[in-house]
């Protein structure tokens, strides 16, 4: 049967002390997260092309992305309900489908703007060559890139984020959560494809009223993007 948008439709306002603490966490620790990545964006230290190669990469973005999950489950406590409140609902199997659909069209907005704004080369995490030696770095750097970053930005902006500011409405929530989305990348030529494809997540999450099909449509996305480095490297 396929779940409505209850948890999100009836948080018209924060109805209690706990649920305000909540939002306030919420936007603290977004905040935090936008200014260390255009801190680092601007320190230069995330451009390293072989990054992918590194234990330390991939070791380290699964204890970051980790302790984001902890951090959110632990707002989440204030809310009613911790299992519905974040999504973990399961939605109808169409949603799942059109989750693939919003991932193919992420890529394509963010493939035509590419020639414009360069996003991919500002960043710079794509590998330049392949390094055989290093090649159990690189799939464990994939899978925390392509599984473990999307579950814990999922849960963060999509899960918890929409439910807290689901008290301002739907539109705005999923307007909200995917410029804090874009920005927490710090990446200014990022924005418009990251922005774009926030949307497609947020309205993903308010329609199905679950975290699995924009979790799906994010790891999808993910994945296209590192298949499409490891076809340059060949």
């Known amino acids: 049967m396929e779940s409505t ?14 649920e305000r603490w909540a939002l306030v966490a919420w936007l603290v620790l977004t905040g935090v997260l936008v200014a260390s990545a255009f801190a680092s964006q601007a320190s230069g230290s995330d451009s390293n092309e072989q990054l992918f190669f590194d234990y330390e990469f991939a070791i380290g973005s699964t204890v970051i992305y980790g302790v984001l999950v902890g951090l959110t489950l632990l707002i ?25 659909g919003i991932a193919l069209g992420g890529i394509v907005v963010a493939a035509s703007l590419e020639p414009l704004l360069h996003a991919g080369d500002e960043q710079g995490l794509t590998p330049t060559r392949w390094e055989s030696g290093r090649a159990a770095a690189f799939v464990l750097s994939c899978l925390a890139v392509v599984l473990v970053a999307p579950f814990a930005e999922e849960l963060l ?29 710090g990446l200014l030529a990022a924005l418009p494809p990251l922005g774009l494809f ?31 480095a490891i076809v340059s490297l060949l």
């Open 76 to 100: 989440a406590r204030l809310l009613p309900d911790t299992r519905v409140d974040l999504g973990f609902v399961r939605p109808a199997r169409r949603w799942i489908w059109i989750a693939f």
């Open 157 to 185: 902006y999509r899960g918890l984020g929409i439910r807290v500011l689901a008290f301002a409405g739907a539109p705005v929530a999923v307007l909200a959560t995917a410029a804090v989305f874009a920005l927490s990348h």
């Open 5 to 18: 948008s209850s948890a999100i439709s009836s948080a018209r306002s924060p109805t209690s002390s706990r």
């Open 198 to 228: 926030a949307l497609g997540l947020g309205w993903l999450r308010v329609r199905s009223d679950s975290i699995w099909p924009s979790f799906t449509a994010h790891a999808a996305y993910n994945l296209i993007g590192v298949i499409a």
